[in-house]
């Protein structure tokens, strides 16, 4: 696997619409997360909460969501 099709399966497009994505919450919430974890897209620090509540919906990469395991509360 070469480093390019990597790159581009784990990058979310950039041009997102957030005023049609915020219609649905739970789903702007996971894009959210999923950018700041993967992106370091925030404004502010992620609400563990937040985390847990989506953790298996996430699409963030493996490495992280390994870290991110051993550190939130259970």
Excluded at 58 to 66: A, E, Q, R, S, V
């Amino acid at each position: 696997m070469s480093l390019y099709l990597w790159y581009n399966t784990r990058m979310k497009h950039w041009s997102v619409d957030t005023a049609t994505l915020q219609k649905d919450p739970d789903a702007y919430t996971i894009w959210r997360l999923e950018q700041a974890v993967n992106f370091g897209l925030r404004d502010g620090k992620i609400k563990a909460a937040e985390l847990l509540k989506y953790w298996d919906k996430l699409d963030i990469d493996p490495f992280k969501k390994k870290f991110l395991a051993l550190i939130l509360p259970a």
